[in-house]
T-cell receptor, first 115, second 113 residues
């Protein structure tokens, strides 16, 4: 089954420092991987996705993610964190046509950026 | 372009009551989805509609029904609400097929007493 795991419930970073939110995947075949962000009391917003090609994917708000096939990881990164980046982050993998190409989400990682 | 809209934003039900959650998208997307979000569990797929006229069960369909009313609208019905259905419900849509991005609505926060 296509699945992702987010090993950290919470990540704390000081403003201005680099941040990493971890995600590992377990899929058969080539994975389609996504990152979404959820601000309090809001819906999910798309950040970026990996389909194929370059292992470094750039997305919204200065975020990027590195696809690593040997480590089956798709970690979300940002060179310099902002307090406004504090939110809940979800990694997701696309399911196959039998599930209507729905997404299978990780449990989420809460990012707290302190001033 | 409103994107994906959901109504209501909040709802409180008593056990056994019924209600319908409404979702509409104005992006001419073919596929629509209903997820529920529970603390520490991420989002789980309830039902999906790959195209107008079709619906299928997801991971957690028990206690729910759906209707794909037309290409724009996809509703979720709770026939007899239970406290276990207390959750935040999100509707999403995508154009069709891989690796299309899914766009999410703002969510409906449902409490069943």
């Amino acid at each position: 089954a296509q699945s992702v795991a987010q090993p950290e419930d919470q990540v704390n970073v000081a403003e201005g420092n680099p941040l990493t939110v971890k995600c590992t995947y377990s899929v058969s075949g080539n994975p389609y991987l996504f990152w979404y962000v959820q601000y309090p009391n809001r819906g999910l917003q798309f950040l970026l996705k990996y389909i194929t090609g370059d292992n470094l994917v750039k997305g919204s708000y200065g975020f990027e993610a590195e696809f690593n096939k040997s480590q089956t990881s798709f970690h979300l990164k940002k060179p310099s964190a902002l307090v406004s980046d504090s939110a809940l982050y979800f990694c997701a993998v696309r399911l196959n046509s039998n599930s209507g190409y729905a997404l299978n989400f990780g449990k989420g990682t809460s990012l707290l950026v302190t001033p | 372009n409103a994107g994906v809209t959901q109504t209501p934003k909040f709802q409180v039900l008593k056990t056994g009551q019924s209600m319908t959650l409404q979702c509409a998208q104005d992006m001419n997307h073919n596929s629509m989805y209903w997820y529920r979000q529970d603390p520490g569990m991420g989002l789980r797929l309830i039902y999906y509609s790959a195209s107008e006229g079709t619906t299928d069960k997801g991971e957690v369909p028990n206690g729910y029904n759906v209707s794909r009313l037309n290409k724009r609208e996809f509703s979720l019905r709770l026939e007899s609400a239970a406290p276990s259905q207390t959750s935040v419900y999100f509707c999403a849509s995508s154009l069709q097929g891989p690796p299309d991005t899914q766009y999410f609505g703002p969510g409906t926060r449902l409490t069943v007493l």
